[in-house]
T-cell receptor, first 112, second 114 residues
């Protein structure tokens, strides 16, 4: 069945780059997403990548997709305290039309 | 403002007392879903709806019901809540014509079943 795996925690120093990794199993996924959830808040879409792309960059965010290995990563450059949150990787076949499969989320902890 | 609203935001109830969590979106989206979020388990889909009167089970549908009588509303019904349904619930919607925009999430409903 479909499965999305992420590490549960990542700790980085303020100002360093954070790299959050994700692996997925469904080769028919057409879109892959990164969501951010701040404490007590809902989910905020950070970025997405279409499965025929290798990389997408959006300001401090860089998404890399290795479709052969079914590996997705999110790099946050110059990590700030405001980046402290849970980051969810998710996959979908129709842009979420019939739902997304989420990973368990990675807690990003920022050290001063 | 485009949004997904849920009510109530917080709810404490007792085992067996029927409850409904409402979800409404103002974006004329065809697709709507319900998820539950539990520590260490991430988000899991409960039910989804691809249009009015069309609903289907997600990964964890047991103990839940939904209905989609109108396009904008997608209520989640717990006929006989149990403590294992204590969770954070999210409603989401998306458009059939904008796949890449993925889903818009509501603010969440925190439910405690005693």
């Amino acid at each position: 069945g479909e499965d999305v795996e992420q590490s549960l925690f990542l700790s980085v120093r303020e100002g360093d780059s954070s790299v959050i990794n994700c692996t997925y199993t469904d080769s028919s996924s057409t879109y892959l997403y990164w969501y951010k959830q701040e404490p007590g808040a809902g989910l905020q879409l950070l970025t997405y990548i279409f499965s025929n792309m290798d990389m997408k960059q959006d300001q401090r965010l860089t998404v890399l997709l290795n479709k052969k290995d079914k590996h997705l990563s999110l790099r946050i450059a110059d990590t700030q305290t405001g980046d402290s949150a849970i980051y969810f990787c998710a996959e979908g076949r129709r842009g979420g039309a019939d739902g997304l499969t989420f990973g368990k989320g990675t807690h990003l902890i920022i050290q001063p | 403002e485009a949004q997904v609203t849920q009510n109530p935001r917080y709810l404490i109830t007792v085992t067996g007392k029927k409850l409904t969590v409402t979800c409404s979106q103002n974006m004329n989206h065809e697709y709507m879903s319900w998820y539950r979020q539990d520590p260490g388990l991430g988000l899991r889909q409960i039910y989804y709806s691809m249009n009015v009167e069309v609903t289907d089970k997600g990964d964890v549908p047991e103990g839940y019901k939904v209905s989609r009588k109108e396009k904008r509303n997608f209520p989640l019904i717990l006929e006989s809540p149990s403590p294992n349904q204590t969770s954070l619930y999210f409603c989401a919607s998306s458009s059939r014509t904008s796949y890449f925009e993925t889903q818009y999430f509501g603010p969440g409903t925190r439910l405690l079943v005693l």
